[in-house]
RNA sequence: GGCGGGUUGGCGGAGAGGUUACGCAGCGGAUUGCAAAUCCGUGUAGACCGGUUCGAUUCCGGUACCCGCCUCCA
């Protein structure tokens, strides 16, 4: 099977060939750990983890290497924790900062987990790879591409003739926007931090340049170079990281590693949007996956919506698509309940997921493959994509316990209402099931109480 | 201002230069105490204007509108 991915660098669909099959290596931006993850920052990890299952199915799970890092060097961070020792938290500034990272790892880790998304194989965090993060400013700074200035280390970008390449724009253009923040310790306003000082109230690290912490975008490079070498195949985010943080990337890797190509193929999300809108921080729109859980939306049902638009378009979140991707799942997991899964997945299904992640096309052909009643391969195909596993099912199952004693109740009423032609007590109860939520099916061989989309077991109390 | 992307039937959303996407909703039928579910049947859409072609929604150019990046963001 020829996986084909479309390259953000060469903007076309490319055959897919690793540099060693044996050894396929991802790396994938992850979260910066200053507090719950919002459902847009869930979009790529479902994205990379649905191509994750894809390269581990073609190349087998132990010849996949993916490292999602984890960034717990934020201003932010730091915020949180000043405001907290400011309100009297107990410990140093690094306690705190060490305390609000932690615990947001841990959130973020059982929020993901609850998407049906496998943990990656290293999580690095930016804090335990300063000392390979000052190794390469090092580097760049012999090398000339780059300079110390006023406690500062900055990149100079003029000594990258391959800048602009990714995000598919000159040095000119961008002067030409004339946002980039000046400051006078530049050579020139396009240049980036690297490294920067740290006063008494934030946290740092002895370098050679004095106290201070690496910016922004040297950890990536730092830490996918530890753990994946200075080329690795592929590279995925959020298209927002595309500039500037994957170009400075690439031209701090590729300066420090001439010979090496760096990152191969860049893959990147679209943007997840809320009426219509991005999801922002700055236009205050966003809610985390954890308010979504907490309202009673299953992982799953978040993951399948997610997969219902391809992953290079923008995705609208909506209750419309929330109930239709629960109605669908519900259907599913009732066809495949009892049934052992197919040795391997429809061709279909890997032909669509090879094709550049096509996602909506492989959900149609899991609908084909429902209607056609193949419960074995509907259950293996879908499992390809993280669905319908054992570990996402039990929202599917809450509540059937009372509806089986009710299903017995309503049967006897039938058949009782079956002579006495008063039918009242039978529709009044087929109401409730129905305002609760449950599809009732009565035939001849019995009656048979199903959850169907929007099923509140809290609503079936009065029964 | 610079750069990039998008525009498909009632809604969501794919692929393909010429043949039904698919899902949801709708409609007709079977079935049912009535329903629901299920099954069968049913829709002929691709912003606008040109061009290439025997043939374009699919390729090329332009226009309009929408969105994103250029600033913390996945």
Known sequence: MTIRLHNTLTRSKEEFRPID??????????PTVYDRAHLGNARP?????????????????GHVTYVRNITDVDDRINETARKRRAAGAAGTLEELIRERTEETIAWYHADMAA???????????????????????????????????????LFRVASYAGYGRLSGRTVEDMIAG???????????????VLWKPSDDDLPGWDSPWGRGRPGWHIECSAMSEALLGPEFDIHGGGIDLQFPHHENEIAQSCCAHPQAQFARTWLHNEMLMVEGRKMSKSLGNFFTVRDLLDKGVPGEVIRMVFL??????????????????????????????GIEPAAS?????????????????AIAELHALAGAG??????ASAR?????????????????????????????????????????????????LVAAGVEVRMSKAGVELLPGAGFDPAKLEGL
């Open 21 to 30: 099959p044996q050894n396929v290596r991802m790396y994938v931006c992850g």
């Open 45 to 61: 990890v479902v994205v990379f983890d649905v191509l994750y299952r894809l390269l581990r199915h073609v190349y087998g799970p």
């Open 115 to 153: 998407l049906g998304t496998l943990p990656p194989g290293h999580e690095p965090r930016a804090t335990d790879h300063i000392a390979g993060m000052i190794a390469m400013i090092e580097g760049l700074i012999e090398r000339g591409h780059a300079y110390a200035a006023d406690g500062h280390v």
């Open 178 to 192: 004339a946002r980039v923040e000046v400051a006078p310790y530049k050579e020139d306003p396009m240049d980036f």
């Open 308 to 337: 219902g638009t391809h992953y290079r378009k923008p995705m609208d979140w909506t209750e419309e698509k929330r109930r239709e991707a629960e109605a669908a799942l519900r259907r599913w997991r009732g066809l495949t309940a």
């Open 345 to 361: 997945p429809a061709p279909g299904v890997v032909a669509a997921l090879s094709d550049d992640l096509n996602t909506a096309g």
């Open 374 to 379: 193949d419960g074995a391969g509907l259950l």
């Open 384 to 432: 390809l994509m993280g669905l319908l596993t054992d570990e996402l099912g039990h929202w599917a199952e809450a509540g059937t316990g009372a509806l089986d004693a009710l299903a017995d109740r309503l049967a006897a009423a039938r058949a009782a209402a079956m002579d006495s032609k008063d039918f009242s007590e039978v529709d009044r109860m087929k109401a409730a």
